[in-house]
């Protein structure tokens, strides 16, 4: 068994001009991978939008700089993640496919472990 | 003796890497395993005599030193539980032809994973199934062999660390892996038929890699309809390579090849596929296409090509699969049957595709309808376009004649 990060990205200009309508559904859709998938989730939270993020890098000397936004600027940005167990790629992949994304997709990245 | 060595690593390379690798459980040890299997054949059949069945041997003696491997670097009693269990297996799967078989399979699937770009799933296929050496398939791909053996190393790791299974696909996923398998055996045929670079028209080594892929997946999923559609595509289009350039080494079209030259054998075989990978509904593409070299294949000459049949295939073969080239295809095949301001039409139509504009059979064939109707000066630029975007030196010496044959 091995832990693979489900990393759900979406456009978030879609997401602010969605209805409640097509936000409620979403949500639903998300409970419903949830339950379908309820062994093999180990954790999992929707994130705040980009605009809420801080990004802390260090410049030559040292210094921490602290910047205003997401570390990289996408097209989709990052919007959620499941923490998922799975035999192998295969099934990984046959459950993060159930996630829901509508925007945009996922990211499938196996977890290190370290001995 | 070196010779019976020589031979059983073209013949058993796969063979005996796949069942290696599932004992090994890493294709990197396995590798290593199998070197030393046959290194040790080097060594021992001189004395105790080529072996009735090399395969088998060089399987035994890789998975031995395989668990010996393991051994070594395992310190959990769980690795050596595992290992042990393996090892039994490993005793009766040496006798039994089809488990072999399917490991050949298992490693095919896991090369053409479609986590795995398709560069990638060419070149493992190249390397891990067709045994070729890390600079055999840099040269395939053109690029230096230390970057051909970092993008192997780096597959490898993907395979292991993202957890690739080593084995056959699931009934529901199996229609599209086998798909992927295809798609990369015609890529390696395809590049070896017409090499798109270089001083040949074709790369043979390419072309029977492909064949012995094909051969082999024909074996292994018998009843497949599109392994037989690519077994037949290959062996139809391949049965023309003699005659495909003149004694002076320069490109014969279709219509200039001597009929005569074509492998009659290879045809033959190659038709009866066609009508097994046919008879699945709806056909698969390279049944279809397939069929349309059978087509070529089954008429006498140029002049009685059927191809009101072959358009028919093309128009089959865009409902399922729309793709440009395909496009392109029967715009020369309606311009063939048609006569060429009907052709021209066909592919105006098509030059807004985008995915066509360095294709450099696009506007080579323009520039031939436009020279079938005498504009010269139309033609002659068509015919610069296109050499433009052609680098195989063979398909450059013909065009470049066109543009000669123009200025008379």
């Given at each position: 068994m091995s832990e693979y990060l489900v990393l759900i990205y979406e456009n978030e200009a879609s997401w602010a001009n969605a209805n409640g309508e097509t936000a409620g559904k979403m949500m639903a859709e998300h409970e419903s991978f949830g339950q379908n998938n309820a062994s093999k989730l180990r954790g999992g939270n929707a994130l705040h939008p980009t605009s809420s993020a801080t990004s802390l890098r260090r410049d030559a000397s040292g210094k921490l700089l602290i910047t205003d936004g997401a570390f990289a600027e996408t097209k989709?940005?990052?919007g959620g993640y499941y923490v998922i167990e799975a035999a192998d790629l295969d099934e990984a992949i046959a459950i993060a496919g159930?996630?829901?994304?509508?925007?945009g997709g996922v990211e499938v990245r196996p977890i290190r472990v370290f001995d | 003796m070196e010779a019976a060595v020589a031979l059983a690593y073209q013949s058993e390379w796969a063979f005996v890497l796949a069942a290696t690798i599932r004992v090994a459980g890493d294709i990197d040890v396995a590798e290593e395993c199998v070197q030393d299997a046959f290194s040790k054949a080097l060594i021992m059949w001189p004395k105790v005599?080529?072996?009735?069945k090399p395969g088998a041997w060089l399987t035994t003696v890789a998975r031995r030193r395989a668990i010996d491997v393991l051994r070594r670097q395992s310190t959990h009693d769980r690795l050596l539980t595992d290992v042990v269990y393996k090892d039994d297996e490993a005793k009766e799967i040496v006798g039994n032809d089809s488990l072999i078989a399917d490991d050949r399979l298992r490693l095919i699937f896991t090369c053409c994973h479609?986590?795995?770009s398709i560069e990638t799933q060419v070149a493992l296929t190249l390397r891990l199934?067709?045994?070729?050496?890390t600079a055999e398939v840099a040269r395939a791909f053109l690029v230096s062999e230390s970057t051909m053996a970092a993008r192997l190393t780096r597959a490898k790791k993907k395979i292991k660390t993202s957890n690739i299974p080593y084995r056959v696909p699931t009934e529901t996923d199996l229609p599209e892996r086998i798909e992927a398998v295809l798609s990369v055996v015609h890529l390696v045929f395809t590049t070896g038929h017409?090499?798109?670079?270089?001083?040949?028209?074709?790369?043979r080594d390419l072309v029977e890699r492909a064949l012995e892929l094909a051969r082999m997946l024909r074996v292994l999923l018998n009843d497949d309809a599109g392994v037989a559609g690519l077994l037949a595509l290959i062996l139809l289009t391949d049965a023309r390579h003699k005659t495909?350039?003149?004694?002076?080494?320069s490109l014969l079209l279709l219509s200039e090849q001597?009929?005569?030259?074509?492998d009659a054998k290879a045809i033959s075989e190659g038709i009866d596929l066609v009508h097994e990978a046919l008879r699945?509904?709806?056909?698969?593409r390279f049944a279809l296409m397939a069929a349309v070299s059978a087509v070529h294949a089954e008429s006498p000459s140029w002049q009685e090509t059927d191809w009101t049949q072959i358009i028919a295939l093309y128009d089959l073969l865009l409902v399922s699969w729309p793709s440009p080239v395909v496009a392109l295809n029967r715009a020369v095949a309606v311009g063939i049957a048609r006569g060429p301001e009907a052709g021209l039409e066909a592919l105006a139509q098509l030059?807004?595709?985008?995915?066509?504009?360095?294709?450099?059979y696009l506007a080579s064939a323009r520039a031939d309808f436009l020279r079938q109707l005498d504009r010269r000066d139309e033609a002659r630029a068509a015919y610069l376009e296109a050499l433009t975007q052609c680098e195989n030196e063979v398909e450059r010496a013909f065009l470049e004649r066109r543009v000669a044959e123009l200025d008379q």
């Open positions: 989709e940005a990052l159930q996630v829901p994304a509508a925007f | 005599g080529v072996p009735a479609p986590s795995l199934l067709c045994g070729l050496t017409t090499a798109p670079t270089g001083v040949d028209l074709m790369r495909r350039t003149g004694p002076d080494g001597d009929r005569n030259q074509w699945q509904s709806p056909a698969g030059v807004p595709e985008s995915q066509l504009s360095d294709y450099n």
